[in-house]
């Protein structure tokens, strides 16, 4: 399909802005991606867990969070922490967070992230038809240590089969039928079934190489410094390489650095960076054949072809990226608790990896259109879920910039 129009300025070439690309594209759109980051860096696109997770339906803002996050802030190893400073935004952010850390809240969104998460896995699996990235339909484990962490997650369960998704309480001895490749030390957990994992360097790969080959463009080490804007819509955006690129429309894509660039338009979306650590083993000692999350730990461990990522933390501070040693040490901690085959030196000469999640006080993203500026479309706030949700967040913003499905009033932008 040729393309009928152009214009279309996606903002941010993360998985967010290049399924937004991809989807646009075959609705025959031409885009343009800019990108902050060079195209071999390792954004939070690429060095994350690689987890498609329809089992996710229970937002950040969950009961009960707040205790445990209070207790967690004691720990420098633990899975949680708020770096204190005073800084209005993000006592902003943290009251609207504990605002919406409730049941009720719980239960007015986990439907739609079901869906949405379910909606994505289909997208994700229609693509793999088309272009290699590892996908792996085997479930994910949820690994609990204690019996008191699977009633918590038998809960969890509970909830997910109103939800139709496949959940399977399981005890130790189910786990090691599951996946017999991996010595565990769990008292049991919950495979969901319709969970996958997959490659996200060969994803992010895959899914450049599809819009370039339409004919549109990616510009890397770039960033949007201002907006042209004519009777409240952007006309056009400044770079920082100087030139001004003419714009119809407008994506923000840009991940943990979206407030910064709405900000630009009058408006900075209430937002916090949670920054987080992987460590990816090229030759672990063992090897499982599905992804799974440590229930207590908060540590989320994936085969990717034949290297082992483990990924953890949240770590709520600001938008950089320095690398807190203890908060590793937790992650390794937590390896050999469950995975006791692993040692120490496993993780020797690993160099860890950090990214950032942008995440919004009530655990939903922000898909919509933004007020006052017609054109300009918001797509972020995704928090741990940026990849899972990939696919469908680009159909939904294409469904936008064509009109042909209004936006979902609950995803709309929220100031």
């Known amino acids: 399909m ?65 205790a445990k996050g209070m207790r967690w802030m004691m720990n420098p190893e633990s899975p949680f922490y708020i770096k204190p400073k005073l800084n209005w935004e993000l006592a902003k952010w943290g009251i609207q967070f504990w605002k919406h850390a409730n049941e009720k809240h719980t239960h007015a969104v986990k439907a739609l992230l079901a869906e949405l998460n379910l909606k994505s896995r289909q997208l994700f699996s229609e693509l793999a038809e088309q272009e290699e990235f590892g996908l792996k339909k085997r479930g994910l484990l949820m690994l609990c240590k204690t019996q008191k962490g699977l009633d918590s997650e038998a809960n969890i369960a509970n909830i997910a089969k109103e939800l139709n998704i496949h959940a399977e309480v399981c005890n130790s001895k189910r786990i090691a ?21 997959l490659n996200p360097h060969q994803l992010m790969s895959a899914l450049r190489k599809k819009i370039r080959q339409a004919g549109s463009e990616i510009i890397y080490q770039t960033e949007a410094t201002d907006f042209i804007t004519k009777e409240n819509k952007v006309t056009a955006i400044s770079l920082t390489n100087g030139e001004t690129i003419p714009a119809s429309q407008v994506v923000m894509a840009c991940g943990a650095w979206s407030p910064n660039i709405t900000h630009k338009l009058g408006k900075k979306l209430c937002m916090q960076a949670g920054k987080g650590y992987s460590l990816t083993l090229q030759k672990p000692t063992q090897l499982p054949e599905l992804c799974s999350i440590f229930s207590e730990a908060k540590v989320a461990v994936t085969p990717i072809g034949t290297s082992l990522r483990v990924a953890g933390t949240m770590e709520i501070g600001g938008n950089n990226l320095d690398i807190n040693p203890r908060r590793v040490q937790g992650i390794i901690k937590s390896v050999k608790e469950y995975f006791p085959k692993f040692q120490d030196h496993d993780f020797a000469e690993i160099t860890p990896w950090a990214g950032l ?59």
Not at 26 to 41: A, H, N, P, W, Y
Not at 59 to 65: E, Q, R, S, V, Y
């Open 357 to 415: 999640r942008p995440c919004s006080p009530d655990g939903l993203p922000y898909i919509g259109n933004m007020p006052k500026i017609s054109n300009v479309i918001v797509a972020t706030g995704h928090a741990m879920m940026g990849l899972s949700l990939g696919p469908i967040t680009g159909q939904i913003v294409t469904s936008i910039l064509t009109k042909s499905i209004p936006p979902d009033p609950k995803l709309q932008v929220r100031f």
């Open 2 to 66: 040729q393309p009928k129009s152009d214009g279309i300025v996606i903002i941010g070439g993360g998985i967010i802005g290049l399924c937004t690309a991809y989807y646009a594209i075959q609705q025959g759109l031409k885009v343009t991606v800019i990108d902050r980051d060079s195209e071999t860096e390792q954004s939070s696109s690429i060095g994350n867990a690689g987890m498609i997770v329809p089992s996710h339906f229970i937002p950040l803002a969950a009961p009960g969070i707040i």
């Open 177 to 197: 039928q599951l996946d017999p490749a991996i010595d565990m030390d769990v008292a049991g957990g919950v495979w969901f079934e319709q969970d996958c994992h």
